[in-house]
Nanobody, 124 residues
Framework: QVQLVESGGGLVQAGGSLRLSCAAS????????MGWFRQAPGKEREFVAA????????YYRDSVKGRFSISRDNAKNTVYLQMNSLKPEDTAVYSC?????????????????WGQGTQVTVSS
């Protein structure tokens, strides 16, 4: 069992930056692929970024490429999402997710464990 807790959300002006963190419990974090998803009011949850268990493979949705960066520190059981050049359309609740496996995963159904989410609001 893995428990995930996100932090780092908040209110930021357009063009600003935030770094989200997702702290995982358990000794098997280093074997889990991780992902970030977001859900805006009235919209379906969507994939944002994913990273494999070792951190040498990543994948992003097109709209965040070049602005967001996912990384992980297995010694700290933490995955990060650095978000730069934020836009109002990035406003959403951001959740991290984890699953076993050696690849990167973009489908929410691939993930077994989910955090509660953290609110990111970007003002124009």
């Amino acid at each position: 069992q893995v428990q995930l807790v996100e932090s780092g959300g908040g209110l930021v002006q357009a063009g600003g930056s935030l770094r989200l963190s997702c702290a995982a419990s358990g000794r098997t974090f280093s074997s889990y692929a991780m992902g970030w998803f977001r859900q805006a009011p009235g919209k379906e949850r969507e994939f944002v970024a994913a990273i494999n268990y070792s951190g040498d493979r990543t994948y992003y949705r097109d709209s965040v490429k070049g602005r967001f960066s996912i990384s992980r520190d297995n010694a700290k059981n933490t995955v990060y999402l650095q978000m730069n050049s934020l836009k109002p359309e990035d406003t959403a609740v951001y959740s991290c997710a984890g699953t076993g496996g050696s690849s990167v995963y973009i489908g929410s159904r691939s993930y077994d464990y989910w955090g509660q989410g953290t609110q990111v609001t970007v003002s124009s």
